[in-house]
């Protein structure tokens, strides 16, 4: 089933810190899953992606684990900074026809300076 | 990188009037675009998936006479929000499939279209 959007959870961390953000899918047919981070009042942007075939996948600055097994990801951010700040959310693409993305629930990280 | 641009960004207007939403992509053409809402602190919701030429394909408990949608051409699709009730504040957002123009399974999203009814 579809995941439905509940309150966020939150993350603060200090600046400098590495910061973890989880995500659970909920379509074991899911085969490809994106990172997206949204600034307030603004669409989100693109941060990361990773296919089911993989279970791991490096960026700049970040990491993104995947388990099938319990589908489950997260986001690793090093160093991160103030302009990190922001909510991000996981999406799970559900082939339908066409690029069907299913959003997670996201979550609101805060970095203290 | 390729662009999607909403507008209005903002739109106050007052209840029982039509509010219409415009998703463009700018610089490549899309099959494929989809409609969001998201309320405050919220995940955003997928609304509807609006395919160029034919009709839009709305998700379970969203009315399709409430939000029409159009996509007349391959760089526009249109979210009109009829005879609009304060509940329908809210954030709308909408992506664009560049299709072969893009990697695989990737989408670019609109900056969302802010809606208050009054």
């Known amino acids: 089933g579809e995941s439905v959007g509940l309150h966020l959870p939150t993350l603060s961390v200090q600046e400098g810190d590495n910061s973890i953000i989880n995500c659970a899918y909920s379509?074991?047919?899911?085969?490809?899953f994106i990172w997206y981070k949204q600034e307030s009042g603004k669409g989100p942007q693109f941060i990361i992606d990773i296919r089911s075939n993989m279970d791991k996948r490096q960026g700049q600055r970040v990491t993104v684990l995947l388990n099938k097994t319990v589908k489950h990801l997260s986001l690793q951010i090093a160093a991160t900074q103030p302009g990190d700040s922001a909510v991000y959310f996981c999406?799970?693409?559900?082939?339908?026809?066409?690029?069907?993305?299913?959003f997670g629930k996201g979550t609101k990280l805060t970095v203290n300076p | 990188g390729a662009v999607v641009s909403q507008h209005p960004s903002r739109v106050i207007c007052k209840s029982g009037t039509s509010v219409k939403i415009e998703c463009r992509s700018l610089?490549?053409?899309?099959?494929?675009m989809f409609w969001y809402r998201q309320f405050p602190k919220k995940s955003l919701m997928l609304m509807a998936t609006?395919?160029?030429?034919?009709?839009?394909?709305?998700e379970q408990g969203v009315e399709k006479d409430k939000f029409l949608i159009n996509h007349a051409s391959l760089t526009l699709s249109t979210l009109t929000v009829t005879s609009a009730h304060p509940e329908d504040s809210s954030f709308y957002i909408c992506?664009?499939?560049?299709?072969?123009?893009?990697?695989?399974?990737?989408?670019?999203f609109g900056e969302g279209s802010r809606l208050t009814v009054l």
């Open positions: 610089d490549f053409q899309a099959t494929t």
């Open positions: 609006s395919n160029e030429g034919s009709k839009a394909t709305y």
């Open positions: 379509n074991s047919a899911s085969d490809y």
């Open positions: 999406a799970e693409n559900i082939w339908g026809g066409s690029e069907k993305l299913v």
């Open positions: 992506s664009a499939d560049p299709g072969l123009a893009g990697l695989d399974g990737e989408l670019f």
